[in-house]
Nanobody, 120 residues
Framework: QVQLVESGGGLVQAGGSLRLSCAAS????????MTWARQAPGKERELVAV????????HYVDSMKGRFTISRDNAKNTVYLQMNSVKPEDTAVYYC?????????????WGQGTQVTVSS
């Protein structure tokens, strides 16, 4: 059974930091690119950051560059999002996603999300 379990969310003051974790099970974690996405109230889900299956390559949405860092530990089947200098507009539910394309087959899994609330 595939599971992605996010943790580490909570209430933080603007300018503070949080570290989100996403623990994966039920699939070969090291084969999958991992993504963090977020969804604020009344808005569509948006990409935050992506890390390749090996961890060699990362990509960030411009508004997160320099503030957020995505990383992974394939030995622990876990992906992380370090959030620094957070802003009230970072308030959202944060989701992790596992994605893999294998020939004609596409695999795409989502976690249940963790709430991050940034107070001003």
């Amino acid at each position: 059974q595939v599971q992605l379990v996010e943790s580490g969310g909570g209430l933080v003051q603007a300018g503070g930091s949080l570290r989100l974790s996403c623990a994966a099970s039920g699939f070969i974690f090291s084969f999958y690119d991992m993504t963090w996405a977020r969804q604020a109230p009344g808005k569509e889900r948006e990409l935050v950051a992506v890390i390749s299956s090996t961890g060699d390559s990362t990509h960030y949405v411009d508004s997160m560059k320099g503030r957020f860092t995505i990383s992974r530990d394939n030995a622990k089947n876990t992906v992380y999002l370090q959030m620094n200098s957070v802003k009230p507009e970072d308030t959202a539910v944060y989701y992790c996603n596992a994605r893999r394309v294998d020939g004609k087959n596409q695999y795409n899994y989502w976690g249940q999300g963790t709430q991050v609330t940034v107070s001003s």
